[in-house]
Every structure is written in structure tokens, then in C-alpha cells.
């Protein structure tokens, strides 16, 4: 019973810390080690009770991208995003103008390679 109290109020917590992430928050941090759990979904599927499933805009990606903001070590963790210094209407892929191929536009650093250009907007956030 106590063990079922605990799952259920981790769940909650994992949902609480979800929402405020969707207000500019930083993403939770995994509560414990990837040792021989580097299938995230293998528990986070919705398939076992009481583990936390994987929210739903988070479908269709890689098992390998979870540690890239769930990791304690994870960037998205130890750094402050810098802000994007304009609009992005009609400027919703960032790999456009920032693969550096473009003069004059700073390129996306080294630790974004793999990332895709949906995803820049989850960390970086408009200026003002």
C-alpha cells in the first residue's frame, strides 16, 4: 500500500513538474540511473502501472533524445537557453538560416547535432 502511495504521488509530481514545464520550466529530472535503462520506453509507455507514461507531444520521438533534457548532466539542465532575437512567424525551421551555411547566421553549436529543427523553440524562447 505505502509502495503504491509512493508510485502515485511520483506520478503526480511528474505531471505537476509536465505543466509547468509547458510554461517555460525546465523538463524534470530523471530520478534514477540509465544503467541497463536505456529504453526509456520499455517503463515510460503507459503500459506499466504506476510509471509515469511519456506525454503525448512527445510521440514519435527517439528513445535516445530523453537524456538530451531529462539527464542531471543534460544541457538543458546546466545552461540557460539563450533568447531567439526575433519572431517566428514564418520562420519555424530554425535549421534554415542557423545550419551555417548561411553568412552572417550563427550556426547551432555542436551539442544540437542530431536535433531536430522542431525542437529548437522547446528551450529557446523569443526575446521580450
Known amino acids: 500500500m505505502i509502495r503504491n502511495i509512493v508510485i502515485t504521488t511520483t506520478a503526480m509530481l511528474v505531471v505537476v513538474a509536465g505543466s509547468a514545464f509547458a510554461q517555460d520550466a525546465k523538463p524534470s529530472v530523471m530520478s534514477h540511473d540509465m544503467a541497463g ?19 503525448a507531444d512527445h510521440e514519435g520521438r527517439a528513445v535516445e533524445t530523453c537524456v538530451l533534457c531529462h539527464a542531471a548532466d543534460a544541457e538543458m539542465q546546466t545552461a540557460e537557453a539563450g533568447a531567439i532575437p526575433h519572431d517566428l512567424a514564418g520562420k519555424d525551421n530554425c535549421s534554415m538560416c542557423h545550419s551555417g551555411a548561411m553568412e552572417g547566421m550563427p550556426a547551432a553549436p555542436a551539442s544540437h547535432e542530431g536535433r531536430a529543427a522542431d525542437t529548437c523553440a522547446m528551450c529557446h524562447k523569443p526575446a521580450g
Open 37 to 55: 535503462k536505456e529504453n526509456c520506453l520499455m517503463c515510460h509507455s503507459g503500459a506499466m502501472e504506476g510509471m509515469p507514461a511519456q506525454p
